[in-house]
């Protein structure tokens, strides 16, 4: 599995979270929701160190991760996020 951030989500996160170089920032299952890859559930954000991550990705000092434990989620897709620029937020794809 693979973290793929693009650039102007990066942008995003870093703005709205006042995310800077040491910080990390976790993509964590939740119950409630929607994707199209897991029925009844959907991601969410939390700004917390990592213990065990199974994929991760830094830019500018910043670590965007999803620990071992939730990798059932993504049943071996890629997490991409990219940015919608009429909704002004990021949005999770899988590939």
Known sequence: MQIKLEKEAFDWYKEELDLHTGDSLRFHVRYGGCSNIQKGFSLGIEKEKPESPIAKVEIDGITFYVEEKE???FE???L???YDSKL???VFNYE
């Open 71 to 73: 990798a059932w989620y």
């Open 76 to 78: 071996g897709h890629d």
């Open 80 to 82: 991409v996020i990219s």
């Open 88 to 90: 002004d937020e990021p």
